[in-house]
């Protein structure tokens, strides 16, 4: 089986141009904690909860503070066809929760989490 058969398509993209209030405001809408980072289709990062709060918040910063400011620019991601056991070794080698998956022309077409897998 591979990842495509069970990953979400339909997922929110933050641009590295966003305030960090408007994702955080997404995050909560669609109760996330991660969000993908994209510039015209293109994956460049992943913003967390937890990049909100240890970058920003614990350093004093706005919460106009742009995206690209505290978002991981190291992408871990696999492909939709990857088997899934590729994808769930990749989550436990990296301590991720979740991957984007990128198509062959490397464009962002979903996301998979442990609890797709399961």
């Given at each position: 089986?591979?990842?495509?058969?069970?990953?979400?398509?339909?997922?929110?993209?933050?641009?590295?141009?966003?305030?960090?209030?408007?994702?955080?405001e997404?995050?909560?809408?669609?109760?996330?904690?991660?969000?993908?980072?994209?510039?015209?289709?293109?994956?460049?990062?992943?913003?967390?909860?937890?990049?909100?709060?240890?970058?920003?918040?614990?350093?004093?910063?706005?919460?106009?503070?742009?995206?690209?400011?505290?978002?991981?620019?190291?992408?871990?991601?696999?492909?939709?066809?990857?088997?899934?056991?590729?994808?769930?070794?990749?989550?436990?080698?990296?301590?991720?929760?979740?991957?984007?998956?990128?198509?062959?022309?490397?464009r962002?077409?979903?996301?998979?989490?442990?609890?797709?897998?399961?």
């Amino acid at each position: 089986m591979n990842v495509q058969s069970c990953m979400s398509t339909d997922v929110k993209l933050a641009s590295p141009d966003q305030t960090i209030r408007e994702v955080a405001e997404i995050m909560r809408s669609i109760d996330a904690g991660s969000m993908p980072v994209g510039d015209n289709d293109r994956l460049v990062g992943m913003i967390t909860d937890r990049d909100i709060a240890i970058r920003a918040v614990a350093l004093g910063l706005s919460p106009d503070t742009k995206v690209s400011e505290v978002m991981s620019s190291e992408i871990y991601y696999c492909h939709e066809s990857d088997e899934l056991a590729a994808a769930a070794k990749q989550m436990a080698d990296r301590q991720v929760r979740r991957l984007p998956v990128l198509n062959a022309d490397k464009r962002l077409v979903g996301i998979i989490a442990l609890g797709d897998i399961a």
